[in-house]
Every structure is written in structure tokens, then in C-alpha cells.
């Protein structure tokens, strides 16, 4: 049967993950395409409940493995090269982020099979699935086929949206044996907050700071420009993994989805992995000196030139606007 | 302690980059450069060696790529390596993520390293993803994105950002290790550095000469095909000026803003 499994992350609470969630509707909107199943693996401590509660996303079945660890992706690799061989899945679908990467690629080399990652959107093609990926800084999209069982498809963060369906899975209880080298990784510590907790997904405006900055001070700058304009400060990975910002501002792959009225970038180039955190933003507005930044690609208002000297004067003639 | 960084040759940043219709696959053509990201693993190597922690006996760049690469290898030995290796076969043209992780596990394999380690993405696009599919050959664990390693005896303890904030992760050795650009800042090469990068060992390797099954490699043993490129969805163009007075380009944007009712 063409089924295509999907990995369903959770927290330490044990609330599944967007992204997953999303990858399931994809999954069962496709299934029903090509004849098949979509499925959902859940690794660790899963209730009965929430594992059958997948069924509203899609699923028809939840395999559960007790004994595997979350959060780690080798024993996940373990768990559902074992569902695709003794079930005969056809593709594996991952939400994006960061540990769909590392399973996706680890059951590609278990199973020597054929993996597209950054994927925006699936469609079928003779009763095939074919991924779609941007490529070269989204100027292009390849369309990638299959050519052998499974094929394993790794997408793009929030590529996909969460669409309750209704309904409850079959949950089936497995028992995996982990591989020697899957045990050799062990979590001391899972999802850290480092710095300050900061709210930004509810803000309308918000003054997103990147390298362009400089430092760890000169976030001054972005926060006068957000207080100017009634909004908040966010921040892409960069600055945030070299702590001149609370990862709670983060905006990306693995931090916030933002979408607000107006996001106005300062030193930040607008990698793909900062774009897939806030493209959605109503007017985009980007400062930097690099006139080759990607996020000129993308933005709605652009001026190439120093932040340093523009956004202090921008926040004084808003602050002199605003009276 | 061996460690082996894998490195390759990406075009440089400020070429104009295109796929080629005709082949489906991206133009090498033009400047090339060391990947950016590989050099931050380079420079992990030479602090785990400077660090003193674990000796460090050997630091081998390793790359899989056409003639032009050795330029990457050059380059990576410049940045502290000791010697590198080649893989380079014109059977191997074309392969895919899986493909290339199949013949880059080969070659390991033959250099038998206690850590391997990456750039966690090539400025050409594969990202993420190698650094796992090579470790699972290899049988061994592995981590992508790692931002901090402390080496001990046998083992390292890693950093990185997952889905929910940070997670430290302990890994036994043999290992494969991932960084992002956050691990480091790269040292500049030393002027003596680059002249004498040409005479350190370089050995080049063929496919056979590392066991590499050819059926399992370049395109036709690849299990992803292009089947088509498409332009991206049309997005209207932004507006994007030179700030040459900054009091006037400050009133551009307060009117841009105004106009849209966001002051």
C-alpha cells in the first residue's frame, strides 16, 4: 500500500509540534490521492489519548515505541525504518525543522532512499508523490521525483498548516531494538530558555535585529525603534546562539513564526531560515549595508545603507511624528 | 585523536548562480570558493587541538568534487589541516544527498577518524542533511547544528538549538558533528600558511580505490531525479534605494510607513 508515515514530535508536556501536525494533514489530503494511508509515528511518553487524537489530523494509525527516546534523532531513525519495512510505507513526510532533518537523512541511509528537503509543497504526478523545492535563494523551484521506495520528504518550515479533520487512530504499540550507535547520543538537557522571556508573536510591529548590528549593545538602537513605533524587538538565530538576545525573540527555523503588520529588519541578510519565520509579514521593510542581501529579494521597502545611522534618526523624526 | 573535516567547493557568493536546463543540475561555472560554513568545522579542529584536552594527532580535510576542488583543499589545509584526501571520480558526477553521503562514508572509512566533522549547510543549497546520512553509514552517532563542543576523554559534550530551546547532548566517539557559523570565528590564514598549503600531502582517490559500489553513485545511482524547474510564485518587486542623505531617506520611509498607516 502507498502510505506515507509522518514523525510527530512533542514537548516535554507532550504537545505535538505545529509543523508535524501540518505534515500529518498534508499526509492525509495525499493519501487519499494515491490510495494509501497516512500514518503517524510518536516516540516515548505519549497517552493513549493524545496518540489517538492524531486520528483528528489524519492518521488512521499512531505506531508508538515507549522505549525510544524523544528528542534525539537516531532511535526515531530506528523506529521508523522498522514501521516502513514491516508496514511497506512508500514515503516519509517531516515537518520542518530541525530534528525532521536529522531523521529524515539518517532513514535515507538506512533505507538508501531518495530524500528532498526544504519542501514547499507536494503534488501527484501518475500516482507519485513530487516534492517541490526552492532553490538558489528561492529563485527557482525544482520539482524532484522518486525513483525507488521510500522517498523521504523533508519540508520547509511552516510548509504546511494543521486542518483537524475529525476522528481517532488505531494506536499501535511496537517494540523497536535500538541500533548500537543510536544509544551512543545521550539528551543531559532538552529546551534550554537562555535570556530573558520576551513576547513577540502578538505584537502588530516588531523591529527584527540580525549581525548587521554589531553587537550585543547595539540592540539599543533596534529597542528605541520598536518603543518609537509601539512595537517589539525580535532577532534572527545568529545573534541569538552568540547571546546578544533572549532566544525567546528568536524569529526561524528553529524559533518564532511571526506575521505582523509591519516587520522592519536591521542588519539582518534574510537567510532562508530567517525568511520561513516572518515572509508572511503584511509590509516587510529591511535596512542593510550589503546591497547583495537576500532579503532585498524579498522586502517591500529596502534601503541600502548603514543601520547605525538611519534607525536613530528614523526613531527621532517617528518619535517627532507621534509628537 | 584523528579528526577528518569534510569541506567542498561551492561557487563563491557573489557569482550569479543558475541551474542548467539542459542537465538539471546547478552551474559550477565561475569563481569558487571554500564553503563558508566549512571553515568554522576547521576551526573547531584546530581548538580541540589547541585546547590540549585530547591530543590531536592528525587534522584531514577530506572533499568529493571534480579536478578544481584540490583549490578547496588547498584552502582548508592553509586553515590548520595537516594533509587532505581527494575523492574524485567521474563516476560520482551528478550524485545525490544519498548518494553522496554513500561515497563520502567510503572514504572515511578508510581514514578510520575518531570525530568527523562539517559545516552544517554548503552555500549551494544541501543543507543539514549529510552530516547524518554519512554518520549512519558509518554507524556511528550523530548531532547537526552543534553552536559549542567540550572534548573529554572518549567523548564530547554538544550545544545546540532544537525545536524548543537549547539541548545539550553528550556523544560518545566515533562521531560525526555538524556546526553552525555561532560555533566560532574563523582564524585569517597566515601568509606562510598559503604558500606552504600546496606542499603538504594531498592523496587522491578513485572511486575503486575506496570501495565505492559506481552503481550507487552519480546520477543514474541516485534515487531523487529533477524532473523540472519552474520560476518562483510572482512576488511584486519591493522598492529599494541608496541611502545618500540620510534626513531625506529617513522621510522616504516615515511617508512609505504613513502611506500604509503603520505610524
Known amino acids: 500500500m502507498a502510505g506515507i508515515l509522518v514523525y510527530a514530535l512533542h514537548d516535554d508536556a507532550g504537545n505535538f509540534n505545529k509543523n508535524s501536525l501540518g505534515a500529518l494533514s498534508e499526509a492525509a489530503k495525499l493519501a487519499e490521492q494515491i490510495g494509501g494511508e497516512a500514518a503517524a509515528v510518536v516516540v516515548g511518553d505519549v497517552s493513549d489519548d493524545a496518540a489517538a487524537g492524531l486520528g483528528a489530523y489524519g492518521a488512521k494509525r499512531v505506531f508508538r515505541a515507549k522505549s525510544a527516546p524523544e528528542g534525539l534523532a537516531q532511535p526515531i531513525v530506528d523506529v521508523m525504518a522498522k514501521v516502513i519495512k514491516d508496514e511497506g510505507f512508500s514515503y516519509a513526510l517531516f515537518g520542518g525543522g530541525l530534528l525532521g532533518f536529522e531523521i529524515g537523512a539518517g532513514l535515507t541511509a538506512r533505507l538508501n532512499a531518495g530524500v528532498t528537503m526544504e519542501v514547499t509543497a507536494v503534488k501527484v504526478q501518475d500516482g507519485k508523490l513530487v516534492a517541490e523545492r526552492p532553490v538558489l535563494q528561492d529563485s527557482a523551484v525544482v520539482d524532484v521525483g522518486y525513483v525507488s521506495d521510500p522517498g523521504i520528504i523533508i519540508g520547509r518550515l511552516n510548509a504546511w498548516v494543521p486542518e483537524e479533520r475529525g476522528g481517532t487512530a488505531e494506536v499501535v504499540d511496537i517494540d523497536v531494538e535500538l541500533s548500537p550507535w543510536s544509544t551512543k547520543a545521550r539528551m543531559v538537557k532538552r529546551g534550554e530558555q537562555r535570556g530573558g522571556d520576551i513576547n513577540i508573536e502578538d505584537a502588530d510591529i516588531l523591529v527584527g535585529g540580525g549581525r548587521g548590528l554589531g553587537d550585543a549593545e547595539s540592540f539599543k538602537i533596534a529597542e528605541d525603534l520598536a518603543e518609537a513605533l509601539g512595537g517589539a524587538v525580535a532577532a534572527t538565530r545568529a545573534v541569538v546562539d552568540a547571546g546578544w538576545y533572549p532566544y525567546a525573540a528568536q524569529i526561524g527555523q528553529t524559533g518564532k513564526t511571526v506575521a505582523p503588520k509591519l516587520y522592519l529588519a536591521l542588519g539582518i541578510s534574510g537567510a532562508i531560515q530567517h525568511k520561513v519565520g516572518m515572509q508572511n509579514s503584511e509590509n516587510i521593510v529591511a535596512i542593510n549595508k550589503d546591497p547583495n542581501a537576500p532579503i532585498f529579494e524579498f522586502c517591500d521597502l529596502g534601503v541600502v545603507g548603514d543601520l547605525h545611522k538611519i534607525a536613530p534618526k528614523l526613531t527621532e523624526a517617528i518619535k517627532a511624528k507621534k509628537g | ?263
Open chain 2, 1 to 263: 585523536m584523528k579528526i577528518c573535516c569534510l569541506v567542498k567547493e561551492v561557487p563563491d557568493a557573489a557569482v550569479q548562480k543558475r541551474i542548467d536546463p539542459n542537465t538539471m543540475r546547478l552551474d559550477r561555472s565561475g569563481e569558487k570558493n571554500l564553503n563558508p560554513f566549512d571553515t568554522h568545522a576547521l576551526e573547531a579542529a584546530m581548538q580541540i587541538r589547541e585546547s590540549g584536552v585530547v591530543q590531536v594527532d592528525e587534522i584531514v580535510a577530506v572533499t568529493m568534487g571534480p579536478e578544481s576542488a584540490v583549490r578547496a583543499l588547498h584552502k582548508a589545509v592553509a586553515l590548520g589541516a595537516d594533509r587532505s584526501v581527494h575523492l574524485t571520480d567521474p563516476a560520482l558526477e551528478g550524485s545525490d544527498v544519498n548518494a553522496t553521503g554513500y561515497a563520502l562514508a567510503k572514504v572515511l572509512e578508510s581514514e578510520q577518524p575518531d570525530l568527523v566533522l562539517l559545516g552544517q549547510q554548503s552555500d549551494d543549497g544541501e543543507c543539514y542533511t549529510i552530516g547524518a546520512v554519512v554518520a549512519d553509514h558509518l554507524q556511528v552517532p550523530s548531532l547537526t547544528q552543534v553552536i559549542k563542543i567540550d572534548v573529554a576523554e572518549g567523548k564530547l559534550t554538544c550545544e545546540r538549538q532544537a525545536e524548543y530551546g537549547y539541548d545539550t547532548v553528550e556523544v560518545e566517539l566515533p562521531a560525526v558533528i555538524s556546526v553552525g557559523d555561532a560555533i566560532n570565528e574563523p582564524r585569517y590564514p597566515s601568509l606562510k600558511a598559503i604558500m606552504g598549503a600546496k606542499k603538504k600531502p594531498l592523496d587522491t582517490k578513485s572511486a575503486a580505490d575506496v570501495g565505492i559500489d559506481t552503481s550507487e553513485v552519480g546520477i543514474e545511482g541516485s534515487k531523487t531525479r529533477v524532473l523540472a524547474i519552474n520560476p518562483p510564485p510572482a512576488k511584486e518587486p519591493g522598492e529599494v534605494f541608496e541611502d545618500e542623505d540620510t534626513d531625506e531617506t529617513v522621510n522616504k520611509i516615515v511617508a512609505w510607513l504613513e502611506e500604509r498607516k503603520l505610524v
